[in-house]
């Protein structure tokens, strides 16, 4: 962790690395971003900013924008623009469309993650699935990734969650449910 420029101690990368990227260390880039008047600007402004105006790059426009946002209060961890995420990722010894199959079929669903009546919006086998969750209000996108011939991962990324708490709730909660995944499988 380090502290520039802000009033919060956030945990980020570190300068030298922002500094190799874009140019620049984390205290320039927020004085910068002070004097456009990022802090009342929302994300899109102040991504167009560092893009229009300085030129960087997608990804690191992006992080600096996050940076400065986390830095000002202005956005808390595992926030995006649709609210909180939460994510957990498992790679487990079986093979990827067997984990995908696991996720798809109802009756071996239920017995890894019982009273999930959620509803899959698009799925893509062997590859994702687009969910609305049980809650109706809050999104699950689940992408499956070969490891080779026997082995893939399943990364969950929870979205539209409304605070911090019902991130560790929801981090907890896959956890639990991918190890569980795991058992069924005998994976």
Known sequence: MEKSGGTKKVARMSDEAVRSKTGKTWAEWFKILDAAGAKKLDHKSIVAILS???????????????GYEREHGLRQVHQNARGFSASASKTMAAPVMKLFNAWNDKKVRQRWLPKSDFEIRK????????????????????????KGKDKSQVAV????????????????????????LQKTLGA
Do not use: C, Y
């Open 52 to 66: 229009e105006q300085h030129g960087i790059g997608s990804w690191w426009r992006q992080m600096v924008t996050v």
């Open 123 to 146: 799925a893509t086998p062997g590859k994702s699935m687009r969910i609305t969750w049980v809650d109706k209000n809050t999104n699950v996108d689940v992408g499956f990734f070969p």
């Open 157 to 180: 990324q929870h979205d539209k969650l409304a605070d911090s708490k019902a991130v560790a709730r929801m981090k907890l909660f896959w956890g639990k449910a991918l190890e569980r």
